[in-house]
């Protein structure tokens, strides 16, 4: 099977899936919540452990298309997730609650990942598509932050998205809630005082007016079973995507050179995951370290390496359920960043 043909069943089959159980309920909710959680799990177990990497240099135009083709599907599938969580839909209270969580985990596994991707491209139009798609799940500053806080100054301690070891994942979300939006908003004000932008056209704006907008249109069309809906589903969506950072860097620090700058950012510095079918379904988020080194390559060639980049032991999606238990997420994971610290490092803490 081709590598984008796999990305293409793996995202749109869960979209699917919701929209059906979306009108109907019933059997269709129970598989799409058992898509992106059991099927998931049992297909990174029955195939391939790592696809081969692909040309490093290779750009994958259909790619973008299928990016394109997904950021445009979750404008369909928020509204009607909305709807049918909490407005006339006909739906029983179990068949609610399925949709919900369904549409949590894939706004926050496949939405996410795409708005990503698309906050990194050349495009104005694709960085304000991404923008608009974070800010829809009312955590827009994330494309912010993410750009000019996390990739700039990611494991250390000028970027709140970078967890510690030993911290655990609920103090970090409280911490990381706060840290994240004052981070990006203080790094995209410097930036347009730097460039003699106004502030009128600040990107914070743009968000803060989408999650406005959306939270209103919400309430005003479907009352406050409507206003509640989306504020559940975007609260869990938000989970998964400070699950993702937490995971992807717990514990992993770059060194302070003699200098008093930071070391480049290597492929130590990153976790990252071989699993195939739930990285195809995160459109290779998995492959985190990659992405860090060379942000501008595109999502199918990003590349493995056993030699140089530290692998969690589980598929990711599963290492975001154990990270839900601190006591049993330090017990696995500390024991592996003590592998990947230099021993400055391990004194330091």
């Not at 620090?253 to 290597?266: D, I, K, M, S």
Request: glycine share 8%.
């Amino acid at each position: 099977m081709g590598i984008l043909l796999l990305f293409a069943i793996a995202t749109i089959a869960p979209v699917l899936l919701l929209i059906t159980a979306a009108f109907e309920g019933g059997a269709w909710a129970w598989a799409a919540v058992g898509y992106i959680t059991v099927l998931v799990f049992s297909f990174d177990r029955l195939m391939a452990s790592q696809a081969e990497n692909a040309d490093p240099e290779a750009e994958f135009p259909a790619a973008q298309s299928l990016l394109i083709t997904l950021g445009l599907l979750h404008f369909v599938i928020l509204p009607l997730s909305v709807w049918a969580v909490g407005g006339p839909s006909g739906l029983g209270l179990v068949d609610r609650v399925l949709v919900a969580i369904s549409a949590s985990l894939i706004f926050g596994q496949i939405s996410h990942p795409v708005a990503h991707e698309l906050i990194h491209k050349s495009s104005r139009v694709l960085r304000l598509i991404g923008r608009l798609m974070y800010s829809s799940l009312l955590i827009g500053h994330h494309a912010s932050a993410h750009l000019l806080v996390h990739h700039i100054h990611v494991g250390s301690d000028a970027d709140p998205n970078s967890a510690k070891r030993g911290e655990g994942f609920y103090r970090y979300a409280l911490r990381v809630a706060r840290g994240s939006f004052i981070a990006g908003y203080r790094a995209e004000t410097d930036r347009r005082k730097k460039v003699g932008k106004s502030l009128w056209s600040h990107p914070y704006c743009l968000y803060i007016g989408t999650a406005a907008g959306a939270l209103v249109i919400a309430l005003t069309s479907l009352g406050w079973g409507g206003f509640a809906a989306i504020l559940a589903i975007a609260i869990y969506a938000q989970l998964q995507i400070l699950l993702s950072d937490y995971v992807q860097h717990y514990g992993l620090r770059r060194e302070v050179l003699a200098n008093g700058r930071l070391e480049p950012v290597g492929p130590q510095h990153s976790w990252n995951a071989p699993q195939m079918f739930s990285a195809a379904m995160m459109l290779n988020a998995p492959r985190h370290s990659d992405h860090h080194v060379v942000p501008s390559r595109a999502y199918p060639a990003l590349q493995l390496r056993a030699d140089d980049m530290p692998f969690l032991p589980q598929p990711l999606p599963v290492m975001a359920v154990l990270a839900l238990f601190p006591p049993i997420w330090r017990k696995l994971m500390d024991p592996l960043c003590d592998r990947w610290q230099s021993p400055s490092k391990n004194a330091s803490q």
